[in-house]
């Protein structure tokens, strides 16, 4: 099984050298987000050249405002990659105060993305599902959206499908039958696989880059189909997205 991670944090795992290098001995084409632009060189220093590990500079939401001075550095680091997250917003409880500078900083990424031709872009959006998709809407040319984790009611799924997004999925999300849900309302045709690692787990233990293809498993159940069309499906998918990059 070619295994997909749309969405993992390479760095944040206990030994995030051994994680990347285990990684890239699989074979497993990795997505690896920051959360802030200082640490993006060394995150991307632990991608093997020419392997199929590929870092995306972020400034995620939760650290927006403190580390909004590090915007100066995503810019300057922005023309080295075709990739950027995790950025987004985040409006749960321990972080609605800051909503307003989360926009702030997400409005000068998308307008830096627009401006540098476009970037695909792995979006957090945990209680601000609606402010988040006004945002995208407004600028159309930063790139193709990603929604990471995108667990909302139909109707503003089909918005964010009318919006031309993506979505990554991963099996913590279809634990439950909201996100269960979710998935399901979601274009089969813009789907991709994510673990979230290392903060999603099975059992309690995070889940390594890929998650051992538990997220087709999973698919393959909530769709109806067998688990090599659903390994089809994805990678389909995933070539379709990156090819203009060449992940």
Not at 67 to 81: A, K
Not at 90 to 113: W, Y
Not at 229 to 241: G, K, Q, V, Y
Request: proline share 6%; with cysteine; hydrophobic share 40%.
């Amino acid at each position: 099984m070619a295994l997909i991670d749309f969405h993992c944090h390479l760095d944040l795992y206990p030994d995030p050298a051994a994680t990347a290098r285990k990684a890239a001995d699989d074979g497993v084409y990795v997505l690896s987000v920051t959360t802030t632009p200082s640490a993006f060189a060394g995150t991307s220093a632990l991608a093997p050249e020419g392997g199929r590990i590929r870092t995306a500079l972020g400034l995620h939401p939760e650290l927006a405002a403190t580390r909004r001075h590090e915007l100066s550095l995503f810019h300057d680091l922005l023309p080295t990659t075709e990739y950027v997250g995790e950025v987004g917003l985040d409006g749960s409880k321990p972080h609605r105060d800051t909503l307003t500078t989360q926009a702030e900083v997400l409005h000068e990424i998308l307008d830096a993305c627009a401006a540098a031709g476009g970037r695909i872009i792995s979006l957090h959006s945990r209680g601000a599902v609606e402010m988040l998709l006004d945002m995208l809407e407004f600028e159309p040319l930063a790139g193709t959206f990603v929604l990471h984790w995108f667990s909302a009611k139909r109707p503003i799924i089909e918005r964010a499908n009318s919006l031309g997004c993506w979505f990554s999925v991963g099996s913590g999300m279809m634990a439950s039958r909201s996100g269960r849900d979710a998935v399901d309302a979601m274009p089969i045709d813009r789907l991709l696989p994510e673990t979230d690692g290392p903060f999603g787990m099975a059992e309690g233990i995070p889940l390594a880059p890929g998650g051992g293809g538990s997220v087709y498993r999973d698919l393959a159940r909530l769709k109806g189909i067998s688990t090599n069309s659903i390994e089809r499906l994805m990678t389909e998918n995933f070539r379709r997205l990156v090819a203009p990059a060449q992940l």
